[in-house]
């Protein structure tokens, strides 16, 4: 399935179907939660980079980084770490520049995980 490799690009599925213990009807709502929160995270956090606010910044990708590393997303994961660092070492000249590595990869993600959760529906 062409979807599920896009999406094994981003994800450990071994690992998450773990988390999950095999779940699937558990690992859809997971994946349909995140893809529901996303939207909103994903501005919450330009906002705050916009405004140069370091703190909301490092909250933000705290948070991302999370739901990223629930499902198992372990690069993604990783360059909100890398953002929630930089924002709290107050490393606001490389927040941006981070912030332009990220945007793409989760925005990838993102359409590979819902081409994913289309072709689960059929």
């Known amino acids: 399935m062409k979807s599920a490799t896009l999406l094994e690009g981003f994800v ?25 929160d996303l939207p909103a995270s994903r501005a919450g956090l330009q906002e705050a980079v916009a405004r140069g606010e370091l703190h909301e910044i490092e909250r933000t990708a705290h948070a991302l980084k ?36 990220f945007n793409p990869e989760i925005e990838a993600f993102s359409a590979a995980l819902d081409s994913f959760m289309a072709s689960a529906e059929r």
Do not use: C, W, Y
């Open 66 to 101: 999370g739901m990223l590393a629930n499902l198992s997303a372990k690069h993604t994961a990783a360059l909100a770490a890398e953002i929630e660092s930089a924002a709290r070492a107050g490393a606001s000249q490389r927040v941006p520049e981070l912030i332009s590595t």
């Open 12 to 36: 450990d599925f071994p690992e998450l179907l773990d988390r999950v213990e095999g779940d699937q009807e558990l690992l859809a709502e997971l994946l349909a939660l995140f893809q529901e």
